[in-house]
């Protein structure tokens, strides 16, 4: 589904990604996993197009993205709930949801994907006249991701979505993750928690000072001695 | 002095405040979304009261006809600014935008005087007033009131109940987090502006009911609509339609108490003390 193919990218003179290949099949979990600074969140940034690539390319299902503005690749079926959840906050829950159907296409089946939004994550339809900024990490982080889910996206992208939370609240979530994977949308995730993001996906890469140190299935990676010392601190 | 002019005064007032309403939540708004402030707002308005005027007066068509012209042509100026002005220095330091749209201010207003003088003109509407227990009602002021606060009500379903509008709001909080949405922030600024403009095209028709336009109309008004701005806090609609009425009942039962100039000396040191008390807006907790 997602292909890229040896980006390189980065920030004014600073490049944060070396000739970084990876690719996520159809109905996949797959992880992006590595220490603070190694480029994962720019990985992110470059596929939904708020970073430009210097060199390589992006497609999804056959379809160039590279060059492409964030909105447009938006139409195009990624998601992406980005770091720090970057939610409206003076906005209510509903008119956050609302805006993750902005795009026509999603609009027309604005009542369907709130209904499935609400059934996943009921505390949102407790929540939907409250303003989306007075809320927990862990409901912020479920509006975050339910606004990606607005767009009927065939991607999403996950950055840290346990970032800042309790760690009942991580397990809480990595279960609703799980859920959603189960039905049928295709994720790739950035995650500082290794442990845990091992046991939800598929596949792996890792990710070290902008380049692809290793790739595989997950529990494969998970076996890895230097996996295990560097990251997951058994 | 008879209380009835005092009431009179009063009722005067809330007339104006619902004008003065709409300019200070057409500049709000575009401050709260670009986080730039038109200085040269009310000379946009100017040039709509002018386009009114011409199109009425000089051309005799019907007032719907100029009202539509003047809300036209506020749009267009409206986008126009953004395009021509905004847009390529959106990312540079603020002073540069205050300086550009200040630039636009003196260009207006010369521009203005030298195409149609100094002259002050005026649109003669023969409009039916009434007198309620002794307090005068002309239809030049509750016609303008009336519509102004139609158009404010029709903002507020506009920024809460369209998807359009909510973005509005919502880029102004977060614009890359709007990208990530699919909308193309920059279409959002241009819709803004439009919509800016728009309200200082219908601020300008409903103006020409009780004033005469000129090349300098903007100093009239300008200055008090950003004092109303900045003491409702700056980016806050709520605070604006609640200051718009604060100064308006104090210019106009100052002007009557006092005089004309007292009404708006006593507003002004209103609005320096409130910058002391309340430097966020008459709305805003103190910290």
């Known amino acids: 589904m997602l292909e890229i193919g040896n980006v390189t990218a980065g920030y004014g003179h600073f490049t944060a990604l070396w000739d970084v290949s990876l690719r996520v099949d159809a109905g996949e979990a797959v992880a992006v996993v590595g220490p603070n600074g190694a480029g994962k969140t720019t990985?992110?940034?470059?596929?939904?197009?708020?970073?430009?690539?210097?060199?390589?390319?992006?497609?999804?299902?056959?379809?160039?993205?590279?060059?492409?503005?964030?909105?447009?690749?938006?139409?195009?079926?990624?998601?992406?709930?980005?770091e720090g959840r970057r939610l409206f906050p003076a906005l209510t829950v509903a008119d956050n949801l609302k805006m993750g159907a902005f795009l026509p296409a999603a609009r027309a089946h604005h009542a369907e994907s709130l209904e499935r939004v609400y059934t996943l994550f009921p505390v949102l339809a407790e929540r939907h006249a409250q303003r989306a900024g007075s809320m927990s990490g862990g409901e912020q982080q479920m509006l975050a991701i339910g606004r990606a889910l607005m767009s009927r996206p065939k991607l999403i992208l996950l950055d840290e979505p346990s970032m800042g939370l309790a760690p009942v609240m991580v397990l809480r979530l990595f279960d609703l993750i799980r859920r959603i994977r189960e039905e049928g949308y295709t994720i790739l995730v950035v995650e500082q928690n290794v442990r845990q993001v091992l046991k939800l996906v598929d596949r792996a890469y890792l990710l070290e000072v902008g380049r692809i140190r290793m790739e595989g299935r997950a529990a494969e990676l998970a076996e890895q001695d230097f996996v295990r010392k560097a990251y997951m601190g058994v | 002095m008879d209380p009835i002019f005092l009431v009179e005064a009063a009722i005067n007032g809330i007339l104006l405040g619902g004008v003065l309403a709409l300019l200070a939540l057409g500049l709000n708004l575009i401050f709260g979304v670009l986080d730039v402030v038109w200085i040269a707002y009310v000379d946009l308005v100017m040039l709509c009261m002018y386009a009114v005027y011409f199109v009425v007066t000089v051309w005799g068509w019907p007032f719907w006809v100029g009202a539509v012209a003047a809300l036209a042509l506020g749009a267009l100026l409206g986008v126009s600014v953004h395009v021509l002005i905004i847009s390529p220095i959106l990312t540079s330091a603020p002073i540069n935008q205050l300086l550009a749209t200040g630039g636009l201010l003196f260009f207006l207003q010369s521009f203005a005087t030298f195409l149609w003088t100094t002259d002050h003109r005026s649109v003669r509407l023969t409009l039916p007033s009434w007198e309620v227990a002794g307090i005068f009602l002309p239809a030049t002021r509750l016609?303008?009131?009336?519509?102004?606060?139609?158009?404010?009500?029709?903002?507020?379903?506009?920024?809460?109940?369209?998807?359009?509008?909510?973005?509005?709001?919502?880029?102004?909080?977060?614009?890359?987090?709007?990208?990530?949405?699919?909308?193309?922030?920059?279409?959002?600024?241009?819709?803004?502006?439009?919509?800016?403009?728009?309200?200082?095209?219908?601020?300008?028709?409903?103006?020409?009911?009780?004033?005469?336009?000129?090349?300098?109309?903007?100093?009239?008004?300008?200055?008090?609509?950003?004092?109303?701005?900045?003491?409702?806090?700056?980016?806050?609609?709520?605070?604006?339609?609640?200051a718009s009425f604060i100064m308006s009942e104090?210019?106009?039962?100052?002007?009557?108490?006092?005089?004309?100039?007292?009404?708006?000396?006593?507003?002004?040191?209103?609005?320096?003390?409130?910058?002391?008390?309340?430097?966020?807006?008459?709305?805003?907790?103190r910290s």
Request: proline share 4%; net charge positive.
């Open chain 2, 143 to 242: 016609i303008p009131f009336g519509i102004s606060i139609l158009a404010v009500i029709g903002l507020y379903l506009f920024l809460t109940r369209t998807y359009i509008g909510t973005a509005i709001r919502a880029v102004s909080q977060d614009r890359e987090a709007m990208a990530l949405m699919g909308a193309d922030p920059r279409r959002v600024y241009l819709v803004t502006s439009a919509v800016g403009g728009l309200m200082a095209g219908l601020a300008g028709t409903l103006l020409i009911f009780q004033y005469a336009v000129h090349p300098f109309f903007g100093g009239q008004f300008g200055p008090l609509t950003f004092m109303i701005c900045v003491l409702g806090g700056l980016g806050n609609m709520v605070g604006a339609f609640v």
């Open chain 2, 250 to 285: 104090v210019i106009a039962v100052g002007g009557v108490v006092f005089s004309t100039e007292m009404g708006y000396v006593i507003a002004f040191v209103i609005f320096i003390v409130m910058m002391f008390v309340r430097p966020g807006g008459i709305l805003t907790k």
């Open chain 1, 43 to 82: 990985l992110l940034r470059v596929i939904s197009g708020l970073i430009p690539t210097r060199a390589g390319v992006l497609a999804l299902d056959g379809t160039s993205l590279t060059g492409m503005a964030a909105h447009q690749i938006v139409a195009h079926g990624i998601a992406h709930v980005p």
